[in-house]
């Protein structure tokens, strides 16, 4: 669902990541840690084509798409669709005076999905996603992405400013699955939640993706949490990849210093 080859991303002269190789495939997690300004954020942006004023080379591709080549109108196609990007605060990107459920329509239609059995791609395969509601229509679509993450459909009657941070998270997660998301890159997945709410959210991740092959790409720089959750990990210092690796030999075999002092921070 993603691959990534020698990737480098420069401000100026300055190459601020550098990521020879990155692949996630369908029902996978893979996370980038390391610590602040290591160029986590900046991967994860270069993977949707959305690094501006940047110089990306090498090769990526999500959803078959050749995203550092593609036209504006296939990368669209993707972005937002296909493959769905969840930031740090999601409420900054909502609009304050329009309901969440509004919010949600106007994207599930700007997007085609109707809820229409027409759309389904397979019932039986993805039971509720897009046109597969067995209650039909948008509205089905739109209950049943906020019960995949645990959150009463009431909230979509709700303002932006009336849902908590870790609401918010979940209402992003809930808008990619209601768009039929395939992968999802989320930075920070969990930075505005308190601890319990935290494991929620990591639940609700770990949920989709076995349930319906979602395709996990994550930035944070929480190990304790990303131990939970990735298959991969790809530990970034400086711009650079000094580690990559099954998340098991990660935690348990560290093979370089660096990733050793992140794993000895741990409390
Ligand atoms: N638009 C930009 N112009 C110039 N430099 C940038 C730009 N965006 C990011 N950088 C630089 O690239 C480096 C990597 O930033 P990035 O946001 O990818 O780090 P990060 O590991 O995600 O950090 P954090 O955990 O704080 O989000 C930083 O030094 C940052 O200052």
């Known amino acids: 669902m993603i691959?990534?080859?020698d990737l480098r991303v420069a401000y100026g002269t300055?190459?601020?990541?550098?990521?020879?190789?990155?692949?996630?495939?369908?029902?996978?997690?893979?996370?980038?840690?390391?610590?602040?300004?290591?160029?986590?954020?900046?991967?994860?942006l270069a993977a949707l084509g959305l690094t501006?004023?940047?110089d990306v080379s090498g090769e990526v591709t999500v959803c078959g798409v050749d995203v550092l080549r593609a036209r504006p109108r296939a990368l669209r196609a993707i972005r937002g669709s296909k493959a769905a990007l969840v930031i740090q605060?999601?409420?900054?990107?909502?609009?304050?005076?329009?309901?969440?459920?509004?919010?949600?329509r106007r994207a599930l239609r700007l997007h085609g999905v109707t809820g229409r059995p027409s759309r389904a791609k397979s019932p039986s395969e993805e039971p509720g996603v897009p046109g597969g509601s067995p209650r039909g229509g948008i509205?089905?679509?739109?209950?049943?992405?906020?019960?995949?993450?645990?959150?009463?459909?009431?909230?979509?009657r709700r303002y932006p400013h009336?849902?908590?941070?870790?609401?918010?998270?979940?209402?992003?997660?809930?808008?990619?699955?209601?768009?039929g998301a395939e992968v999802i890159l989320a930075d920070e997945p969990t930075s505005a939640l308190d601890v319990t709410v935290q494991a929620e959210v990591v639940g609700v991740l770990r949920r989709l993706r076995e349930e319906r092959g979602l395709a996990l790409l994550i930035v944070s720089h929480d190990l304790a949490l990303v131990s939970t959750i990735a298959d991969h990990v790809l530990v970034m210092k400086d711009g650079e990849v000094v580690e990559s690796?099954?998340?098991?030999?990660?935690f348990t075999r560290p093979g370089h210093p660096y990733t050793r002092e992140l794993l000895e921070a741990l409390p």
């Not at 495939?25 to 900046?42: D, L, N, P, R, Y």
């Not at 690796?245 to 990660?250: N, R, T």
């Open 245 to 250: 690796g099954p998340a098991a030999q990660v």
């Open 14 to 44: 300055r190459v601020v990541a550098h990521v020879p190789a990155l692949d996630v495939g369908a029902g996978e997690c893979v996370a980038i840690v390391g610590e602040s300004g290591s160029g986590k954020s900046t991967t994860l």
């Open 139 to 156: 509205d089905g679509v739109m209950a049943e992405a906020c019960e995949a993450v645990m959150l009463d459909p009431a909230i979509l």
């Open 162 to 179: 009336e849902i908590s941070g870790g609401q918010a998270q979940r209402f992003a997660i809930a808008l990619a699955i209601a768009l």
């Open 89 to 104: 605060s999601p409420q900054a990107a909502l609009s304050p005076t329009t309901r969440l459920g509004a919010l949600m």
């Open 52 to 54: 501006e004023g940047a």
């Open 3 to 5: 691959s990534i080859r």
